[in-house]
């Protein structure tokens, strides 16, 4: 998995030859080249889509009950229910007791994306009990030892603007999220899987002082799946970039703007 997605390869893990493991260095442009034109159209289509916004809203209005007027304004804010950002991270790190079936291998790998992508790998306790969940029995200790070595690295750690224990500068919110788009499924048995992960990715600091802030990058991971322990674990996996889209002709939030998003909108510990 990533270890910051849109920066360089540092190498892999495991000794196979196979796995790569990005580590973010801030070079590059996190935009992935220039953008192409199409205000008429995007405008056009914004028109439409609130007309028809317009004619739902007024037909649910119109279909409105007579019980409802007469509910009085203290009654409707006590039903209303009270908003709260979702945590970006649960009691369980991360989901785990699949299905033993193709659904079960596509749901797991889309899961343990989501966490290996996750602000908890840079943190020591949660990054072991996600690997412990993540990996197989016969994995998971070689691969603790392993990326603990590189979410330690000072190094690594100064690229991507966090001190030595993988926090954030005072005034800055440290963002790494994983959202998976697809799954595909290409090999499968009844103890053995193979899932293509199709993602984008958040990452980089969100804060007015910030100088790695939060960019968009997209990858596929392709993760080897074993049935052990009456669950999918990883054993191995390989990542690529893209497919990258088209980028809209969208102007880019203010830093305040992307770290009040980060703080209401919590990340999700199962994807699929």
């Known amino acids: 998995m990533s270890l910051g997605d849109d920066h360089q390869s540092s190498g892999g893990y495991g000794g196979t030859g196979q796995t790569r493991t990005r580590l973010p260095d801030g070079d590059g442009d996190g935009y992935g080249g220039p953008?192409?034109?199409g205000r008429s159209s995007?405008?056009?289509?914004?028109?439409?889509?609130?007309?028809?916004v317009l004619l739902i809203a007024a037909i649910a209005f119109a279909n409105r009950g007579g019980d409802d007027s007469a509910e009085s304004s203290d009654d409707a804010a006590a039903d209303k229910p009270k908003t709260s950002a979702t945590a970006p991270s649960?009691?369980?790190?991360?989901?785990?007791?699949?299905?033993?079936?193709?659904?079960?291998?596509?749901?797991?790998?889309?899961?343990y994306a989501v966490a290996l992508g996750s602000d908890g790998m840079f943190d020591k306790a949660r990054r072991h009990d996600i690997i412990d969940t993540v990996y197989a029995p016969d994995v998971a200790a070689t691969r603790r030892t392993e990326l603990d070595g590189a979410y330690s690295s000072q190094k690594f750690l100064a690229n991507i603007g966090l001190d030595k224990d993988g926090r954030a500068p005072a005034g800055q919110t440290f963002v790494s999220r994983v959202i998976?788009?697809?799954?595909?499924l290409t090999t499968s048995s009844a103890e053995k899987a193979t899932v293509e992960v199709w993602y984008t990715s958040l990452f980089?600091?969100?804060?007015g002082d910030s100088t790695n802030p939060v960019t968009e990058s997209w990858y596929t991971t392709t993760y080897q799946l074993t049935w052990a322990d009456n669950d999918w674990k990883v054993t191995d996996f390989q990542q690529k970039d893209g497919p990258v889209p088209v980028g809209r002709d969208q102007r880019a939030s203010t830093a305040d703007d992307m770290t009040k998003a980060v703080e209401e909108y919590g990340g999700f510990t199962y994807a699929r």
């Open 180 to 184: 998976p788009v697809g799954t595909k």
């Open 42 to 52: 995007s405008r056009s289509l914004v028109t439409v889509v609130g007309v028809v």
């Open 204 to 207: 980089g600091l969100s804060g």
């Open 90 to 111: 649960g009691t369980q790190p991360v989901r785990s007791g699949f299905a033993h079936d193709e659904q079960g291998a596509q749901s797991a790998a889309a899961n």
């Open 35 to 37: 953008r192409r034109g």
